[in-house]
């Protein structure tokens, strides 16, 4: 689907599109939606900051990538962050073929990307850059004292471009309701919302145990010591999935919990299934883990916060908490079995999120914004 297909004054069947992504070094929500955009537009070329074929477990291999000099330090996931400062002009010098449709999937950077001239740029927004406007304390707080006047430096001016990059932008779509006001505060732009895409056909209904389960990388601001914590006043066993710099301070302090670390799709679909509920702690722009938990058929206890609002259903699909309440999420998690809850009812729901749909609204509105801008020419 690398054509648009239809005629509308300049824009014509035959109009190609590039890609674009921030970098693709591992496979989490936004490079799973990435990877939805990539499949819908199957002969685009994708363009982004770094790419580790092995590390996104081959699903862009045999595409065109174009990559920044940046790739041949040869940075992995782990390192990302030390190259911070160079990621604005390396965007913004990312070589792109012609075009008629730029289309990118942002959380920091893309959105930067000097477009071909006359090619339209949609960005599908999954936040602005969150060090720089909504987490600035928390990036600051993950740096030695010495070092953060320099670091507050940095986001200050990570802000004013990121304000001057958003205004060569023709279009954003938001991921959610969240997302969309952060557009609207941050860059003064309006942006309709296109939830992220949940591979839901992954997932089947199976028989529930007794551990609730966490699906999290385990850094401070995913919360996921609420969550624990939660459960060890509750006296009911959790499991974790994920991995990160927080995990050894977290498996000292909760010895009780089990760390399962990062695992595959199959296991990951089997640990849902068989989970006696998922909670999800942290306040998530979507929040992905919600809806694939009830594509498993199992309920969720959410912060009341961000997408959670948007995904579970409270009282129906799953239960929501006050963020940072670990009286509130014990008290969930030790009556989810109270709950009347249907699996069917929660597969029903998740099944608004599918990869099919995510896709068919997005062609609609890049088609919309692509013809509405080559018309007014």
């Given at each position: 689907?690398?054509?648009?297909?239809?005629?509308?004054?300049?824009?014509?069947?035959?109009?190609?599109?590039?890609?674009?992504?921030?970098?693709?070094?591992?496979?989490?929500?936004?490079?799973?939606?990435?990877?939805?955009?990539?499949?819908?537009?199957?002969?685009?070329?994708?363009?982004?900051?770094?790419?580790?074929?092995?590390?996104?477990?081959?699903?862009?291999?045999?595409?065109?990538?174009?990559?920044?000099?940046?790739?041949?330090?040869?940075?992995?996931?782990?390192?990302?962050?030390?190259?911070?400062?160079?990621?604005?002009?390396?965007?913004?010098?990312?070589?792109?073929?012609?075009?008629?449709?730029?289309?990118?999937?942002?959380?920091?950077?893309?959105?930067?990307?000097?477009?071909?001239?006359?090619?339209?740029?949609?960005?599908?927004?999954?936040?602005?850059?969150?060090?720089?406007?909504?987490?600035?304390?928390?990036?600051?707080?993950?740096?030695?004292?010495?070092?953060?006047?320099?670091?507050?430096?940095?986001?200050?001016?990570?802000?004013?471009?990121?304000?001057?990059?958003?205004?060569?932008?023709?279009?954003?779509?938001?991921?959610?309701?969240?997302?969309?006001?952060?557009?609207?505060?941050?860059?003064?732009?309006?942006?309709?919302?296109?939830?992220?895409?949940?591979?839901?056909?992954?997932?089947?209904?199976?028989?529930?145990?007794?551990?609730?389960?966490?699906?999290?990388?385990?850094?401070?601001?995913?919360?996921?010591?609420?969550?624990?914590?939660?459960?060890?006043?509750?006296?009911?066993?959790?499991?974790?999935?994920?991995?990160?710099?927080?995990?050894?301070?977290?498996s000292e302090a909760y010895p009780e919990a089990e760390f399962v670390g990062r695992v595959g799709d199959e296991?990951?679909?089997?640990?849902?299934?068989?989970?006696?509920?998922?909670?999800?702690?942290?306040?998530?722009?979507?929040?992905?883990?919600?809806?694939?938990?009830?594509?498993?058929?199992?309920?969720?206890?959410?912060?009341?916060?961000?997408?959670?609002?948007?995904?579970?259903?409270?009282?129906?699909?799953?239960?929501?908490?006050?963020?940072?309440?670990?009286?509130?999420?014990?008290?969930?998690?030790?009556?989810?079995?109270?709950?009347?809850?249907?699996?069917?009812?929660?597969?029903?729901?998740?099944?608004?999120?599918?990869?099919?749909?995510?896709?068919?609204?997005?062609?609609?509105?890049?088609?919309?914004?692509?013809?509405?801008?080559?018309?007014?020419?």
């Amino acid at each position: 689907m690398h054509e648009i297909n239809q005629p509308v004054g300049r824009f014509t069947a035959g109009s190609s599109i590039v890609l674009v992504h921030d970098y693709l070094l591992v496979m989490r929500g936004a490079e799973r939606t990435f990877a939805a955009l990539a499949e819908n537009y199957a002969d685009a070329p994708i363009a982004t900051l770094l790419y580790d074929e092995a590390g996104t477990s081959g699903r862009f291999s045999g595409r065109e990538i174009i990559t920044s000099p940046l790739q041949r330090l040869g940075v992995s996931q782990a390192a990302f962050r030390r190259l911070l400062p160079l990621y604005p002009i390396a965007i913004e010098h990312l070589p792109l073929p012609p075009a008629m449709v730029v289309l990118s999937s942002s959380s920091a950077f893309a959105h930067g990307v000097r477009v071909p001239a006359d090619a339209v740029h949609v960005c599908y927004c999954h936040a602005p850059f969150r060090y720089a406007w909504s987490e600035e304390e928390r990036a600051l707080g993950e740096v030695a004292r010495p070092l953060r006047p320099l670091l507050r430096l940095q986001l200050r001016r990570m802000r004013r471009w990121d304000t001057s990059a958003s205004r060569r932008v023709h279009a954003y779509i938001a991921n959610s309701r969240l997302t969309r006001e952060r557009i609207k505060r941050y860059y003064g732009r309006e942006a309709p919302i296109i939830h992220p895409p949940v591979e839901t056909e992954r997932f089947s209904v199976g028989t529930p145990g007794d551990a609730v389960l966490v699906v999290s990388e385990l850094v401070r601001h995913k919360r996921v010591h609420v969550a624990l914590e939660a459960a060890r006043r509750a006296r009911v066993p959790i499991r974790v999935v994920g991995s990160g710099p927080d995990h050894g301070a977290l498996s000292e302090a909760y010895p009780e919990a089990e760390f399962v670390g990062r695992v595959g799709d199959e296991q990951i679909a089997r640990l849902y299934a068989g989970a006696r509920a998922v909670v999800v702690a942290s306040m998530e722009e979507f929040g992905i883990t919600a809806v694939e938990a009830q594509a498993a058929g199992r309920p969720v206890i959410a912060a009341a916060a961000g997408g959670a609002l948007e995904t579970v259903l409270d009282g129906e699909t799953g239960r929501l908490v006050e963020l940072d309440d670990v009286d509130g999420f014990a008290r969930a998690i030790a009556t989810i079995d109270g709950l009347e809850f249907d699996p069917l009812r929660a597969v029903e729901n998740a099944a608004r999120f599918s990869v099919a749909a995510f896709q068919r609204a997005v062609s609609a509105e890049v088609e919309r914004v692509a013809s509405r801008n080559l018309r007014s020419r």
